[in-house]
């Protein structure tokens, strides 16, 4: 029997697009080339008896419609409040902390630079702002450029809204999609270190320096999250980020979806412009009345349909879609926690302390050395790592007494030979991390690595890309993945992306999967 809808990709919001279509009574088929669903939202066991998340680690911007619709919770899901946000360990022995609270995180800026201190609420008046400005149009399908007349109607309600902002809030707002993530924070802050503790979000999943103009809208894109209510926080999900996915799966599995695991799908079957299936590796064929991609946009028009089938303008546009985030990822089994010499210095730190993002990038001018040696060296010797360690938030990680670290380092250079270059790029990181916490190598029971090929090669992200394309502002929103389909259609009839390569870009959101599935069901 024919399926209404094939899903190539069992990634989160594959999951996402195939509950809402199931829901209103479509019989779908997800597909997933792993022996897991998820993608780098998932769990495993890298280590006998330790687990942890493989790719996205942490989460925020999970929108809660989505945990709603899907009932999330019902089916597993528990989020967990990180203790303290982030500390960020200097090479003199001292930390800055992220800590919960205005007035708090006040303080421990005020140790850095008592002006820097002053301008916090400035600072997060303006990036709420941003956020309920990016908020509003999460779960809206942008206009498509050439769509028409209702096109241009959306465009004009979308226009009127920001015309409600005062001047400030509109100069705030072209900073964060014109600038970079430095010239931004010049507005606010004036200490390097303090200024460093906020631009490390700008370069998160970005393959640039602090200098690069787009970089300010990557901090912004980090911010709409929430957890359990509470706005612009990051929280941990108990088993890790692989129970969110199966939380989905769960749900979608209770509405009659069906989901195949190893399952790799190598090509779209498009007849008179229309997909009217897929072909597996093996060469077998699966019929369906419409093809739904949960894949990284280069991956789908550029390797699993035929050139000839699409516009050649559209061809060449894909051809130069951005990607590639310079991330390194690994996780480590440990016998025991680390211990930060800043940690162990200063009375103000608790225990607390090690539930947060330990982010080593300690100054803006560390953070840009990283890029540019990554440009020259393909990696820098004082790589910018964010640490973190689940399992003192959740013991069914590791082993008692034992623990998991989950390490997201960035500025690796995508362009690199990494089946050479691996090994040595995880002893820096190692070596990064013993220089902040001596003994951590000695701590070290197993390990699993992945460079950007190893992204792309176990989940498809394309010279590993953790977004599925960058976020630049000529990829985003409409032109998302590129202009004229920015609407989860495509120019063949009947194929539709739901991936992160659409807006509202990527992250563990749901929203495109979400998005998506409205405009397929708009057009049955
Ligand atoms: C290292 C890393 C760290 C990250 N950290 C965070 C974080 O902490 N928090 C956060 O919110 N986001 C994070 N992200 C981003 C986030 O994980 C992704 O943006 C998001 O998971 C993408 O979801 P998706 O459903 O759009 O696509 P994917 O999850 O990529 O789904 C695509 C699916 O398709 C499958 N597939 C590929 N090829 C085929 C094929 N030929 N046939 C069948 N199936 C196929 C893949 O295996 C995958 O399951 C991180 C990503 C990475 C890589």
Redesign the pocket.
């Known amino acids: 029997m024919s399926t209404d809808a094939i899903i190539?990709?069992?990634?989160?919001?594959?999951l996402v697009c195939a509950s809402y279509l199931a829901d209103a009574g479509m019989r779908v088929k997800v597909?997933?080339?792993?022996e897991q669903?998820?993608?780098?939202?998932s769990t495993e066991e890298f280590h006998p008896g330790f687990r942890n998340s493989v790719?996205?680690?942490?989460?925020s911007?999970l929108n809660p419609k989505v945990i709603n619709d899907l009932e999330l919770h019902k089916h597993g899901l528990k989020i967990v409040e990180r203790k303290v946000n982030n500390v960020f360990p200097h090479s003199d022995g001292n930390f800055l902390a992220f800590v919960h609270g205005r007035n708090e995180l006040k303080k421990e800026i005020a140790q850095f630079s008592k002006h820097d201190a002053k301008q916090v609420d400035r600072f997060f008046s303006d990036i709420e702002m941003v956020s309920d400005q990016i908020r509003s149009v999460l779960l809206e399908t942008p206009p498509n450029a050439g769509g028409g007349f209702k096109d241009v109607l959306r465009t004009a309600v979308l226009g009127n809204r920001f015309r409600k902002l005062n001047v400030d809030e509109g100069r705030v707002l072209l900073d964060i999609f014109s600038k970079s993530v430095s010239d931004f924070l010049d507005y606010y802050f004036k200490d390097q270190r303090v200024k460093a503790a906020f631009a490390f979000d700008g370069l998160v999943g970005t393959y640039s320096d602090t200098k690069q103009a787009g970089t300010a809208y990557v901090l912004a894109h980090h911010a709409f999250g929430e957890v359990n209510g509470k706005k612009g926080i990051w929280g941990h999900a108990i088993g890790g980020m692989g129970a969110i996915t199966q939380s989905m799966a769960a749900y979608a599995q209770t509405k009659g979806v069906d989901i195949e695991v190893n399952?790799?799908?190598r090509r779209v079957v498009v007849k008179n412009n229309e997909a009217v299936g897929v072909e597996l590796d093996d060469g077998e064929i699966i019929e369906s009345s419409r093809v739904v991609s949960?894949?990284n946009p280069a991956?789908l028009f550029r390797r699993m349909i035929n050139a000839s089938n699409l516009p050649e303008e559209f061809n060449r546009r894909m051809a130069n879609y951005k990607n590639g985030s310079g991330?390194l990822?690994m996780n480590v089994a440990l016998r025991d926690l680390p211990d930060f010499t800043c940690l162990k210095n200063h009375k103000r730190a608790t225990e607390d302390h090690l539930t947060s993002g330990i982010i080593i990038g300690p100054t803006v001018d560390y953070l840009d050395q990283a890029y540019k040696d990554a440009e020259e060296l393909g990696w820098s010797r004082e790589p910018i790592i964010e640490m973190l360690i689940p399992s003192t938030l959740d013991d069914s990680l590791a082993p008692p007494g034992k623990h998991v670290a989950s390490l997201?380092c960035h500025q690796f250079n995508p362009g690199l030979n990494w089946d050479v270059h691996r090994d040595k790029a995880a002893r820096t990181v190692i070596n990064q991390v013993e220089k902040y916490a001596p003994g951590f190598r000695e701590l070290i029971l197993g390990q699993q690595v992945l460079t950007p090929i190893d992204?792309e090669r176990k989940?498809?992200?394309i010279n590993g890309d953790?977004?599925?394309g960058k976020l630049s502002l000529d990829q985003m929103f409409s032109a998302r993945p590129i202009l004229g389909y920015g609407n989860y259609r495509t120019p063949i009839n009947k194929l539709y992306m739901c991936?992160?390569g659409t807006h509202p870009g990527?992250?563990?959101t749901g929203i495109?999967g979400h998005n998506a599935a409205r405009e397929i069901l708009k057009d049955r």
């Open positions: 190539i990709g069992g990634g989160h919001n594959g597909l997933e080339k792993n669903i998820g993608g780098p939202a790719g996205a680690y942490t989460v911007l399952c790799a799908v949960n894949l991956l991330t990822r997201f992204l989940f498809g992200l953790i977004f599925h991936g992160s990527g992250g563990v495109p």
